[in-house]
C-alpha cells in the first residue's frame, strides 16, 4: 500500500497556471518575470489557505529556472528546477514568524542575506504570518528590506495586513490574494477527485467549498477526511454527516411549513434539529442565509448570487415561486432579529421557537390582505400553490404591490446605477412604466394583469381613509421613532406623504442613503399604517427628490415651495388646516 499524502500537498500547484482562483496575481508575477521588473520585497496579503505561499515558492522556483518557458513558466527539467522540486534548493528560505518571531530568529535570517547564491540568480526569503514578527524584530528586519543586496528578494505573507507596520508596507509590492470562488474549487476538487479515481456527486463538491469558505487548503482537507472515511464515493449525505452540516433538507421543510402556515410541523422539526445535536443559533443563522436564497431565486438579475449545487439550486428556483418577496423579506427580518437577541436571552431555544411561529403566521396574513402572486407564478418548470378561493377577490392590490415591490427592492447593481446616474430614467421606473429587467417573466406578467385588475377594484374590502388620516397615522408612527431611532424620524417627518391611488403612499426623500434606511424600516412601517387605516392593500413608495439631491433646500419655505411643487396637495392641506410658514 502506498503512503498516504495528503491532497493539500499531494495537488499543491507548481506552475503558476495550476494555481486555483488567483489569475489577477499570477498573471501579474508573470509579467514582472517577463519585462524583468521584479521587485525585491513583495508583500502577500490575504485569508489562510489561498495560496499565498505557494505563489511564493512558484515564484521563487521561476525566477531561478535556467531555461523559463515561452509561457513564463519554470522548466521543471533544469538543475534549479530538479533541486527546487526535491525541495533540496539552497536558495529558499522560509520562516514561520508565527513560532520564530524573536530579534535572534530574525537576525539568522539577516545574516544568510548576504550571500549570492551559488546556484541561480536569486535567493529567495518567505516570511510567513509576518505579522507576528515582534516590533523589535521588525525593526532588526527592517534595514535589511532598505537596502538588500541584488541577489535577495523577500516575499512576506500575512493574513493581517493592518497590523504590518507603514515603513515595511511602503517598502513592499503589496498583492492581494482573494478567497477563492466556490465554482473555482468545485473545479478543482472535481478534477484531485478525477485523479484519485473517486466518484464525487456535484452537491458534495459544493457543499465542502461552501464550508471551506475560500480557503483552498481546508476543503482539500475536509476531502482528504471524507474519503477516508466514506471512501471511493463521495456523497452529499457522506459530507454533511462528516462535517457535521445541517442538511438543506431541513431549511427546506422549514420553509413549507412556513408556507402552510404549520406552526407545530415547524416546532417539531427544530426539535429534532436540536435532538441530532445541532446548536439552535446556527441554525436560524442557516435559516436566514436559507431565506435569502429564496430571495434572490425571485430575480433573474440576483440569481447569479444564489451559491449552491445544480440539484439544491432547482429546488430553490421551484420553493422561491411559492412565496411572495414581501414574505421572504419580513421573515429574513424575523431571523435576523432572532440571532442579535439570542446570545442575551435566557430561554435561547425559545427564542429560536417564537421566530418559527412568527415567520409561520406571516403566510396567514398574506392570506387576507397579500395574496400569493397568483398570476406570478405560472412560468415554464414552476410549481403553483393551490390558492383558495377567498384570496381572489383581493387579487386587485397585487398589482400596485407587486409594481412597488419590483421598483424599489431590486437590489441588482446595475439598478442602483441607473438611479444614481441618471435622474429621469430612475422617474420613469418609479411610475411603472419602465422596467429595467424585461427579461423576468414575472415583471412583464404585471403588466398584463394591470387592467383585469383595476376592474375587480371595488370589490375588495379596504377600509376608505382620507390622506389627512393618513398623515396623522403616519406621524403618530414617527413620533413613536423620535427617542429610538431619530434619523427615521427625520426622514418620516422632513416630507409630508402624499396619498395615491390604491392606497398606495408616496414619500419624497432626499437621497439614496435615505432610500436605503427608509427600506429598512419599511416592513414595520406598513404594518402599522394597514393596521392603525384597517387597511391591508397600503404599499409605500419612495421617490428621490432628485432637485433636492443636487441642489440643497434650506429654509421652510423652501422646501415647503419645492413639495408644493411635487404635490399640489401639499398646498392644500396647508389651507384647509390654516397653517403659516414661519
Ligand atoms: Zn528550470
Given at each position: ?517 427608509l427600506n429598512i424600516e419599511k416592513i414595520e412601517l406598513l404594518e402599522y399604517m ?53
Open positions: 500500500m502506498s503512503e498516504f499524502v495528503v491532497s493539500a500537498r499531494k495537488y499543491r500547484p507548481s506552475t503558476f497556471n495550476t494555481v486555483v482562483g488567483q489569475k489577477a496575481i499570477t498573471s501579474t508575477l508573470k509579467n514582472a518575470i517577463k519585462n524583468s521588473h521584479l521587485a525585491q520585497a513583495f508583500l502577500f496579503c490575504g485569508p489562510r489557505g489561498v495560496g499565498k505561499t505557494t505563489c511564493a515558492r512558484i515564484l521563487a522556483k521561476t525566477i531561478n529556472c535556467f531555461n523559463i518557458t515561452e509561457n513564463t513558466e519554470a522548466c521543471d527539467q533544469c538543475e534549479s528546477c530538479v533541486s527546487f522540486n526535491e525541495n533540496a534548493s539552497f536558495n529558499i528560505h522560509e520562516l514561520d514568524a508565527a513560532s520564530n518571531n524573536s530579534v535572534d530568529d530574525i537576525r539568522n535570517l539577516v545574516d544568510q542575506v548576504r550571500f549570492a547564491p551559488q546556484v541561480g540568480r536569486y535567493s529567495i526569503y518567505i516570511i510567513d504570518e509576518v505579522h507576528m514578527l515582534s516590533s523589535a524584530a521588525f525593526n532588526a528586519f527592517l534595514k535589511t528590506l532598505e537596502e538588500p543586496p541584488k541577489h535577495a528578494i523577500f516575499i512576506l505573507a500575512t493574513t493581517e495586513r493592518h497590523k504590518i507596520i507603514p515603513t515595511i508596507l511602503s517598502r513592499c509590492q503589496i498583492y492581494d490574494f482573494k478567497r477563492i470562488q466556490i465554482t473555482d474549487m468545485v473545479d478543482y476538487l472535481g478534477f484531485v477527485a478525477k485523479s484519485e479515481g473517486i466518484e464525487a456527486e456535484h452537491d458534495a463538491l459544493h457543499i465542502i467549498a461552501q464550508k471551506a469558505d475560500g480557503a483552498m487548503r481546508d476543503a482539500l482537507s475536509m476531502f482528504d477526511q471524507i474519503v477516508s472515511f466514506a471512501g471511493n464515493k463521495l456523497t452529499y449525505k457522506a459530507v454533511i454527516e462528516n462535517l457535521n452540516i445541517l442538511d438543506y433538507d431541513y431549511y427546506f421543510r422549514i420553509s413549507s411549513a412556513a408556507l402552510e402556515s404549520d406552526i407545530p410541523s415547524a416546532l417539531v422539526i427544530f426539535n429534532e434539529i436540536l435532538d441530532n445535536g445541532f446548536d439552535g443559533h446556527n441554525f436560524i443563522n442557516g435559516l436566514g442565509s436559507h431565506l435569502r436564497n429564496l430571495l434572490v431565486c425571485k430575480d433573474i438579475s440576483t440569481l447569479q448570487l444564489l451559491e449552491a449545487g445544480q440539484n439544491i439550486k432547482d429546488k430553490y428556483m421551484e420553493q422561491a415561486q411559492r412565496f411572495s418577496q414581501e414574505i421572504l423579506l419580513r421573515a429574513i427580518n424575523i431571523t435576523s432579529r432572532c440571532d442579535i437577541n439570542y446570545k442575551t436571552s435566557k430561554n435561547q431555544r425559545l427564542q429560536v421557537e417564537l421566530a418559527l411561529m412568527q415567520i409561520c403566521s406571516l403566510t396567514g396574513s398574506q392570506q387576507q390582505g397579500e395574496p400569493e402572486k397568483k398570476n406570478l407564478i405560472n412560468s415554464p418548470g414552476s410549481v403553483s400553490t393551490p390558492l383558495k378561493p377567498e384570496k381572489k377577490e383581493i387579487v386587485a392590490t397585487e398589482t400596485v404591490e407587486k409594481k412597488v415591490e419590483f421598483v424599489i427592492e431590486t437590489p441588482s447593481d446595475s439598478y442602483k446605477e441607473v438611479k444614481e446616474s441618471s435622474p429621469t430614467v430612475y422617474k420613469k421606473i418609479i411610475s411603472g412604466t419602465t422596467s429595467i429587467n424585461a427579461a423576468t417573466t414575472v415583471k412583464s406578467e404585471i403588466k398584463e394583469t394591470e387592467n383585469e385588475n383595476s376592474i375587480t377594484d371595488k370589490t375588495i374590502e379596504q377600509k376608505n381613509f382620507t390622506e389627512e388620516e393618513m398623515i396623522a397615522v403616519w406621524n403618530n408612527y414617527a413620533a413613536l421613532q423620535k427617542n429610538t431611532k431619530p434619523s427615521i424620524y427625520a426622514i418620516l417627518t422632513r416630507n409630508i406623504p402624499a396619498l395615491k391611488e390604491n392606497f398606495l403612499i408616496e414619500l419624497n426623500i432626499d437621497n439614496s442613503m435615505e432610500d436605503a434606511s394597514r393596521k392603525q387605516l384597517l387597511n391591508n392593500g397600503i404599499q409605500l413608495i419612495q421617490k428621490i427628490n432628485i432637485a433636492v439631491d443636487t441642489k440643497k433646500l434650506y429654509t421652510q419655505r423652501e422646501k415647503f415651495m419645492h413639495m408644493a411643487e411635487k404635490n399640489p396637495n401639499i398646498n392644500k392641506l396647508k389651507q384647509q388646516l390654516d397653517l403659516e410658514i414661519d
